[in-house]
Each structure stands twice: as structure tokens, then as C-alpha cells.
């Protein structure tokens, strides 16, 4: 006969043991439920008339994390508006006690095609660091999302066009829609990006690198179904816009902050407005006499009035300007009536 003390040792041996074994079958058999997931996705995609492909599924992570990697993943979708991308490797991962939350990862080198201007556009993209965080409700309906990159760098081989940014996040978070009020607020969005290196033909007056543009913005109306031409007018025409809590832009010794309304014109190009508050302005003044858009004696005259209107700032620090800032007339980017940019259009499939 067994004492009390024997069963005792030998339950707290098998305890330990039992929980080890019952954790790695819930851990395969949730790593069977995302791979499913996967393969799910790829048969939806595939009836949209998407082409997936991939190199074999590796798992990996255990105990403390469920992991897919995928090597060569690949998208492409034909027809009027081709559109395709090619990564060296993704990885998906989960934690098994939030299993609501999972990660991507892709960093490398990546092709992409894209249409432009009727035609298809390749862009080769490298990034020291790509990851995207989302969280999805029971339904795999995304709740969150957020994208993080760094060292990403651009380039376009039919003009020899670069980009280059240091490091960026783009987060939203969905809030849910009230059918009685179909143009409340649908998503939060918070976006940061640093450092960021445009072609000579974009550079504008105050030159190649913006050290920061940073936004805090509420999507306004019912969210659009996707990046296309037919769901962004759909949304426009439902009411939608941006509805502009914050904008910063450091660009040279130009700062700008402000805060107003973005929205969708005819041809479904920016229309923004906002509220300024502008410092540097005598160096965009300096700028816009080398770009000769202003004579000397002009910008003599500017900086006299620029002085006189200028406001102290109530905390202290450099004194600003206050005006408008407006995306306009064909993607031109304006201060108060003075011109200072041509922005890139954007493009929708």
C-alpha cells in the first residue's frame, strides 16, 4: 500500500509532465489552425483571381511562440491593372495565450509591379526591418494594425526615381460603425516618418529630405473596401474624409504644424486644409529666391511683413506665422498663396 507521502512525489512528477504534453498538442493543433488559416486565404485570394505561390511551410517557435515561415512568397494579379509582389521570406507568428494577436515579418528584398500612368511600373524595395502587427476579432476581422519598417529604400529602374526612408509607422484602430450615423468616425490612424529622401523632381523648394512628417488623423464614414478607384469614390460620395487632429513637418529649417480636413476631389486627389502654425519662414524665403519664384527685393518685403505678422509662441519658443496649408490644384502643396512643392498623384487600381 502506497502512503499519502509516495502518491503525493509521484503526483507532483506527473503534474509537470501532463501539462508539458497537454501545452505541445495545443500547440500543434493551433499551429494546424493557422496553417489552415493560411491556406484558406490563399484559396480566397485565388477566387479573386490572385496567383499565390510560395516555397514549403516551415514551423518553428516552440514553446513560446507558433511560427510560419515562408520562403519566395509571391502575389500577382493580371488584367487591365496588373499588380504584383515578391518577397525573400514572411514569417507569421502567434503567442499561444493571444492568439488574437499575430506579427509579420518581411524584411529584405522585395519587386513589386504597379500600375502608373496606364502602364506597369516595377520598384524594387529594400528594408533592414519590416514587421505588421494586427489584431483580429473571432471573426478574423482586422481590429488593429500596425506597420513598421526601417532602412527601406525605393528605387524604380525605367527612370532611376529613389526613396528613402529611415524609419516609419503606420497604426490604425477601427471603431465600430453605427448604421443610425453612417459618417462617424470608422478608424484612428497615427503615422510617423522619419527621414524621409525623394527624388530631385519632388524635392520642392526646401530640398531632397524631410527629417519628419508625423499625423494624427480619424477616417471619417464608412471605411473603404480596398485601394481601388471604385471603392475610394464610394466612400467619398458616402460622406467620407480625413478629419486632420494633428500634422507635423520638419523639412529643412521649415516646421510646420496644423491640423483641418483632407478629402477626395473629381479625380480622386488630395484636397487638403489646414490650420497652420509655420516657423522658419525666413529660411523659405531664402529658398524661394534660389528657386526664383521671388526677386530680391521681394523677398525684402516678405521678410518685413513676415517679421511684423510673426506671433511669440506661448511656450517660449520660436516665434511663428500663422497660415493656411493646402493641397491643391493638381497635388501642389501650398503655404498661405505661396507654392512650395508638387507632390506625387496617388494612384488607385
Known amino acids: 500500500m502506497h502512503s499519502p507521502r509516495s502518491l503525493s512525489f509521484v503526483v507532483a512528477i506527473l503534474l509537470p509532465v501532463v501539462a ?3 501545452y505541445a498538442v495545443f500547440w500543434f493543433v493551433m499551429a494546424n489552425r493557422v496553417e489552415a488559416g493560411i491556406a484558406r486565404w490563399e484559396e480566397e485570394r485565388r477566387a479573386e483571381g490572385w496567383t499565390v505561390s510560395h516555397g514549403a511551410i516551415a514551423r518553428g517557435g516552440f514553446p513560446f511562440a507558433m511560427e510560419l515561415g515562408m520562403p519566395k512568397p509571391e502575389l500577382r ?3 487591365d491593372q496588373p499588380l504584383a509582389w515578391r518577397g525573400e521570406f514572411l514569417s507569421a507568428s502567434i503567442k499561444p495565450w493571444a492568439i488574437h494577436d499575430l506579427t509579420f515579418r518581411f524584411p529584405g528584398k522585395h519587386l513589386l509591379e504597379i500600375p502608373a500612368g496606364g502602364k506597369s ?3 524594387e524595395v529594400v528594408m533592414r526591418d519590416a514587421t505588421l502587427d494586427l489584431r483580429v476579432d473571432e471573426r478574423g476581422r482586422t481590429l488593429a494594425a500596425a506597420l513598421n519598417f526601417a532602412g527601406f529604400d525605393a528605387r ?3 527612370n532611376g526615381d529613389r526613396y528613402q526612408i529611415e524609419t516609419a509607422r503606420l497604426a490604425m484602430r477601427r471603431h465600430p460603425m453605427d448604421p443610425a450615423q453612417p459618417a462617424a468616425l470608422s478608424y484612428e490612424t497615427d503615422s510617423r516618418i522619419e527621414r524621409l529622401i525623394v527624388p530631385p523632381a519632388q524635392a520642392g523648394v526646401m530640398g531632397q529630405e524631410i ?3 508625423a499625423s494624427l488623423a480619424n477616417v471619417m464614414g464608412p471605411p ?5 478607384a471604385a471603392a475610394v469614390t464610394a466612400w467619398r460620395d458616402a460622406g467620407g474624409y480625413l478629419e486632420v487632429k494633428d500634422y507635423q513637418m520638419s523639412w529643412g529649417k521649415l516646421q510646420i504644424q496644423g491640423a483641418g480636413t483632407a478629402r477626395l476631389d473629381a479625380q480622386l486627389q488630395a484636397l487638403v486644409h489646414l490650420d497652420g502654425r509655420v516657423r522658419g519662414g525666413d529660411a523659405l524665403i531664402d529658398a524661394l529666391v534660389m528657386d526664383r519664384q521671388l526677386t530680391f527685393p521681394e523677398a525684402l518685403l516678405a521678410k ?3 517679421f511684423a505678422l510673426q506671433r511669440p509662441a506661448e511656450d517660449g519658443g520660436a516665434p511663428y506665422l500663422r497660415l493656411a496649408i493646402s493641397i491643391r490644384d493638381g497635388n501642389r502643396l501650398y ?3 505661396v507654392r512650395i512643392a508638387r507632390l506625387p498623384p496617388l494612384q488607385w487600381r
Open 20 to 22: 508539458a504534453i497537454a
Open 77 to 79: 494579379r493580371g488584367g
Open 121 to 123: 511600373r516595377l520598384m
Open 156 to 158: 524604380f529602374p525605367d
Open 211 to 213: 527629417a519628419l512628417i
Open 224 to 228: 473603404p473596401g480596398g485601394p481601388t
Open 304 to 306: 518685413g511683413a513676415l
Open 335 to 337: 503655404l498661405g498663396p
